[in-house]
């Protein structure tokens, strides 16, 4: 391999490692072919020391400047070239663990709590041996995801198939019913505040409280004294104000 920039050295290595060898260890899985989309393996990347800042530019030129290029980018997907990615699924129907995880985003807790876990469209489960893992591979999606815990054996006995890719990672293509997961409940709606009433506004002493309809009929509410001239002058003002807007 000719010499290349030192920024992209480590990256060349650790890439020969991720998509050559262990992808299951970064919690990927390969198509067909090797490909894995250039957005799962920048996640991967961001999550490992040193690698935080590699952007689809880094991919493209250590392509470009090594020959044969160790790896090749069409598109939105990526692939090992040397190495060549390898074949890590196993042959479907042996036994998994007792236990296997998976966390999920709090945008499908209660969904999950009430029907179970479902493939996404056109993809399988992806369930990891360890719970760390299983938290790891949530966190790229969610900040704070739900850990789910499957028991795995009990569903491989109800008929669910589970398919081991690598050391680290099954799969499951079909939906694992709600019976044989363990999660925590979902968090209860709070109740929407209770609008306070409005106190009744109260008179500050000394304030005139005016009674609109005796002024505009033109005679003073009986019972009550008045400061006559100022009763006039605001009746006036408001027949006034009243014949504009007849106007």
Known sequence: MPRLPREL???????????????????LVLAAGGWVTVKQLLQALHAEPGFTRVRREDLERLAALVSPAPLEVAGERVRSLAPPAPELRREAGAPPPSLLYLAIS?????????????PPGGRELVLARRPEMALRLGQRRDNHP???TVAAQAAAKGGTAFQAYGEELFLAAAAIPREFLTLPGPPKEAPPPKTAA??????????????????????????????????????????KKQGKKEK
């Open 106 to 118: 709090p945008q499908i807790h209660v969904r999950v709590w009430e029907d179970g876990l479902k």
């Open 198 to 239: 409005r106190p009744k506004a109260t008179p500050t002493p000394g304030a005139l409280i005016m009674d609109l309809p005796q002024m505009l009929s033109g005679k003073p509410e009986k019972g009550k004294k008045r400061d006559e001239a100022a009763w006039k002058s605001g009746a006036r003002a408001l027949r």
């Open 146 to 148: 739900v850990l789910v």
């Open 9 to 27: 050295e480590s990256l060349a290595r650790m890439l020969a490692y991720l998509l050559g060898r262990r992808p299951d260890e970064f919690g």
